[in-house]
């Protein structure tokens, strides 16, 4: 069974950049026909897809975050990484890591979430 | 705002039926039948219920179905049970590599 758990600062001061790892147990994320995503959750509000990184390493985010979005991956670890730099109250949220199907464009295993609190 | 406009909540007794309606646009539920269904559980992962607009994934009881007419998506609970109580979100993917989600709908069961 697939496991993904994200790991990182709980807490990230004003302008500086919040760093999260999803770590991926029961399945290699080098597999093809998959992507690894990340998605977050603001308080009181719905979901938002931040981007994936496709298994061959390419990335695509999310229009309105892209300028400020890295996602990484280290295969030796079998995990990927979320960076999103210049942070704001408003990125204040519950941050998910997903594995996306690439034939069928659903997020089939998610891990638990951790909340990412921006604030002076 | 979320980008799909779900009912914030719904509710029925046990062994009725519920729908969730899930309207975006013809840029996302209307133009691509990459509509998908997660119930989440606070505290747990969300889990797949529905892809493809009306398929489900294996595991699933066939008390979830779901369905599609123009730019609005619906996810239908049956033989509500008390484990159904649970947020509901829908998604759709909206091309050029870009998924949108709906805010959510709580579902009680009474």
């Known amino acids: 069974q697939l496991q993904l758990q994200e790991s990182g600062s709980g807490l990230v001061k004003p302008s500086q950049t919040l760093s999260l790892t999803c770590a991926v147990s029961?399945?290699?994320?080098?597999?093809?026909?998959?992507?690894w995503s990340w998605i977050r959750q603001p308080p009181g509000k719905g979901l938002e897809w931040i981007g994936y990184i496709y298994h061959s390493g390419s990335t695509y985010y999310n229009p309105s975050l892209k300028r400020r979005v890295t996602i990484s991956v280290d295969r030796s670890k079998n995990q990927f990484s979320l960076k999103l730099s210049s942070v704001t109250a408003a990125d204040t949220a519950l941050y998910y890591c997903?594995?996306?199907?690439?034939?069928?464009?659903?997020?089939?295993?998610w891990g638990q979430g951790t909340l990412v609190t921006v604030s002076s | 705002q979320s980008a799909l406009t779900q009912p914030p909540s719904a509710s029925g007794s046990p062994g009725q039926s519920v729908t969730i309606s899930c309207t975006g646009t013809i840029s996302d539920v209307g133009g691509y039948n990459f509509v998908s269904w997660y119930q989440h559980h606070p505290g747990k992962a969300p889990k797949l219920m529905i892809s493809e607009v009306s398929k489900r994934p294996s595991g699933v009881p066939d008390r979830f179905s779901g369905s599609k007419s123009g730019n609005t998506a619906s996810l239908t609970v049956s033989g509500l049970q008390a484990e159904d109580e649970a947020d509901y979100y829908c998604s759709s993917y909206a091309g050029s590599t870009n998924w949108v989600f709906g805010g959510g709908t709580k579902l009680t069961v009474l």
């Open positions: 997903a594995r996306e199907r690439d034939y069928d464009l659903v997020f089939d295993y």
């Open positions: 029961g399945g290699s994320i080098s597999s093809g026909g998959y992507s």
